[in-house]
């Protein structure tokens, strides 16, 4: 028996077993029209799909749920929270179950999903599943697809997930304030059968960008441009949680990005990898190529698959060299080359301690800030980085480090910094090299 | 007999029956240099293309033509235009033949095309054929392949079109200044000779972005960022004609984008395409991905397709959040959370009737100027939306509806909103539901 | 002998003949997990390469070398660096080797390579070989691979090439200031072995942007956006040199983008160009289509190559239309369709002589100011362009003119401005043309 995919999406509240199978995207790619839906016929909804390899939301959590009658249920509840982007710098924000952003959503393709949403927000919201194969009135735009969801009022969502991906969900309604407060989260759907060699790491991180003026409580949801507020599962560096990873393992990460404004190009260090999936499905291999950096448009997702066989810490940032930096590294008057003694005083008036340096780069401030020697407004983040194994790393913002070992910890703690062999480090020249290579320095 | 193509750009003002077949790009792909050119060999013009699918251009004109002496004669008109952008704002623009933007160009591979273009405009102007291989001297940029076209000329553009594909047509002088302002649009070449399934609808969006302070007459066109009237079509929502789709139909959307420059990412709602087309050529079979949003680079065509088998009413917008608002929804203080009282006397200033909203998002405030609760400038236009079926709609900008229907009205009128079927839309939980999963809200 | 590539990356110091071939990356493609690493197995270095075509750097230099015991020995000196970004315009950078950007590294897969870096600026630095696969205490990150190179220092960088393609390198300590100001440069790894037929010319250019404010002597790298100097190898157009193709060559461009914040749409005229490689390695050809707009987004490389086989001066610029202008053409007011008057007593006292222009846009301005009848600042560029074959050019920034002839000067000079055969350029429509085609002006 062979029922449609409507039926599907329509179909009874409670998953029977399928009748058919869901019979994936690939053979989407074979037919003579070549550009159609990702939609795909679809008997009713199957059992709970088990037995997946979970995904780690590096600085996040996965949201829990209950299998009620066959279908998978879950709770989200819109709410303020106060949220810490790095040790130093908090804002109050709007998220998910007392995160921002909210938990990564996991099911499998086939699961018949209910999801409730409770607002205990102080204004209407509703909830988006972005490239998702759902009926209209499932959708989540508020006054288009649905009346929006009243502070203290609970909702439900139900559908038959009849595809697998890397998709988001946030808010549709008043969702230029609403996504810029941080209410989104990540949503990943398995495959029911899986094919080919499957991941040994499984990473989702979603991008977004906040503009917070220093010492403020609250993101400026009207900020179109000239973000300082830069994140990874919104969070900034150095407060990312590094990718912990074995020499050999084959890696993904899922990136997701709904920044106001930007597409951001994550670039790996190390390493190239392909970009194997999109917010609308699989990328067929034919179609791949090798990428160092990926650029995710905002309102999309790009997955990235390499084996990690390079040991190392290996940097993976946004390349937009403001997004690098954190609050404090925006904005500032230009100092470079610049004799700075009367500029000293003009300056002092907004950073007390400021005195020498930013003639010559930024690269030395935020070691400062660290150590005491410049005083910073209350609730606000130096503009760069944190100590490294050698050296201060003067980065911030989008910014991680992928950790590639040999052996990591049992219980998945941090490996610390690597230890490169002998010879393999950039190092001070020697005399004697300098004249066998005829260098004149 | 086959004749270059050299021969063809150059070949006799009048079409004569071709010697030889215009062999298309698919030839291009099986050359042992994988990346060359997309020009073709080709014989001298055909007799004029006829019988195609003429494209639909939402809230838009095709430009018509006459045919003498088998040449397809166009007469594109450079003048300034009064231009509604949506219901209540208007500006004085610069467009063509008395449209923001001009009429899209149809015509058909292997034509040979003669455009008269007259300047009523009060600076010189030249327009270039964006995408389109064509001899240097009718390329269209000012200054470097001819003298511009001072007001009150008539220059004449005329050649053989060796390819297919979605192009557009922009002013190539003063181009900051003439872009800015409105002087685009769109230019499809259909395929002398079809392969496969054709497009049951076929659609042409062109993107642009202006900066119109608010009460402002005219464009500036020397803003280089925060634009705030975005439009399809030259038409920010609600002002923007939904796309109507039976479903199980096959649709083209050919997207452009001339803004000054964003790259936008168009995201659909419901369903998964593919990008088979860019101003370059076809993307084979082999090189397509499904996706849900599509990055339309400025200076570039996108192509989308995709089988409508989804019913409902579904968003087709830019994700760029400060993108789906009007003009006044930007630039505003951030009042998200504060206690409105004290900032209400300062904000009165310029919205008089000003009071209690802001401090939980921009939601409802469009409605509110909609229903006369609060002033507004003249001239301007309120940052979202407008009523839905189910709730009012906070989107504005560039966002329109994709309308799928099992039947639609045989006059070509809007079907009005989707009903969804019983339980296929997101409602107010029941208690009884929440006490059965176990839902504590 | 089949050594393992991290033997290569940490392989002896001098080349000995190597016991294994570098497979190349065309192998990564066929293997069962379809997204990994482009890391190859590799034997120890090979000897020096040789034998391969120069790469051009328009308006750059190429590093040259040494070899020493089989070694490529390369020396970068970081230091300030007077540079004129075009005729009139001049900023101090900081740049490598006395120039901005830093002279074309070139090599060969399978090389060792030994790269000096002497640091004569006032401020710490480091090296970042971006998209190079590398030990990861080779990779330039300050303090996460290595302590950075203090004022005065020489510090020594050493491994052996296991990749071919189109890379980058850049400061990557302070890097928002560090490459703002103009620390970066390409580096090409030729293959060690070509397949197919090989480009007959193979141009490197790396964008750029800059924040120089009207008669400022060095670039603000503070600047988030609204960037005024928008560069090709580090010039502005008039100051880019053209790229100079014989009709009927094969044309490799690889373009690289180092902006702090802009994914530069680099369009052609006249072509149709299909991109072959990323800085992660070749996109195979099933995986390519035709374009004539590349995406080039920050942090990335991608290489397009074409047949040059329409004859003429073909316009290649960011299609951003404010990255063709030059710095002037940012940030004036608004005077379109202005009764000027009044408007310039205002306008006067920043561009004195300034008195009815703007108000019909920009085109007329550069042409006026380059004549002498307007003044501006000292240490300016005109916001647009030069004079042209035909009129005068409105174009500035990021432009550059792609001229395919015939025959070029055996000297490798500048061929003029392209003659178009009779009947090939746009003109002025005659009287009896306009009756015959029934065109009412």
Known sequence: MKLS?????????????????ISGQANAQTQAWPAHSATIPAGPAQPPGRGYRPVVTPNGATLPFRIVDGVKVFHLIAEEVEH???????????????????????????DRVRVYVTNRLPAPTTVHWHGVILPSGMDGVGGLSQRSIHPGETFVYEWTLVQHGTFMYHSHHDEMTQMALGLMGMLVVHPRRRRGPQPDRDFAILLSEWYLPAGASRPDPNAMSDFNILTMNARCYPGTEPLLVRRGERVRIRFGNLSAMDHHPIHLHGYAFRITETDGGEIPASAQHPDTTVLVPTGSTRTVEFVADNAGDWAMHCHMTHHVMNQMGHGLPNLTGVNARRIDRAVGQVLPTYMTMGQDGMGEMGRHIGMGHMDVPDNSLPMVGAEGPHDYITMGGMFTILKVRDQLPADGSDPGWYDP???TMARAARTDELRRDGIDV
Request: proline letters at 6%; one cysteine or more; charged letters at 15%.
């Open 5 to 21: 995919r409507r039926n599907a999406l329509l179909g009874g509240a409670t998953g029977l077993a399928a009748a058919g199978l």
């Open 84 to 110: 810490e982007f790095a040790p130093g710098l908090n804002a109050t924000c709007w998220g998910y179950n007392g995160r921002v952003h909210g938990p990564t959503i996991e099911a499998v393709e086939g």
């Open 421 to 423: 062999p002998e010879g």
